[in-house]
């Protein structure tokens, strides 16, 4: 089993940066990629950005490339999201993921462990 606490959310006006962390416990935390994903009320939930095991590869969304970073540090078992020109449309919860697999680390549903999830409110 692996435990993922997130914390970093708040509100933040638009244009404003907030960052995101992801505490894991549990089990060897360089075994998972580590994915974050987001949802808003009455939507799916949304891909934002993926880090590989070892931190040398990652991907993003197409709504938050350029604005978004992902990074990790295996040592300290924490993965962040550093969100920069936040704008209200960025509004939602977001969730931190753990992969043990190797398959579409844009599927929400590729993913075995959650948090429980923090809310990012970005006002206009």
């Known amino acids: 089993q692996v435990q993922l606490v997130e914390s970093g959310g708040g509100l933040v006006q638009a244009g404003g940066s907030l960052r995101l962390s992801c505490a894991a416990s549990g089990r060897t935390f360089s075994d998972y990629a580590m994915g974050w994903f987001r949802q808003a009320p009455g939507k799916e939930r949304e891909f934002v950005a993926r880090?590989?095991?070892?931190?040398?590869?990652?991907y993003y969304g197409d709504s938050v490339k350029g604005r978004f970073t992902i990074s990790r540090d295996n040592a300290e078992s924490t993965v962040y999201l550093q969100m920069n020109r936040l704008m209200p449309e960025d509004t939602a919860v977001y969730y931190c993921?753990?992969?043990?697999?190797?398959?579409?680390?844009?599927?929400?549903?590729?993913?075995?462990?959650w948090g429980q999830g923090t809310q990012v409110t970005v006002s206009s």
């Open positions: 993921a753990a992969q043990s697999g190797y398959g579409s680390g844009t599927n929400w549903r590729a993913y075995d462990y």
């Open positions: 880090i590989h095991r070892g931190g040398s590869r990652t």
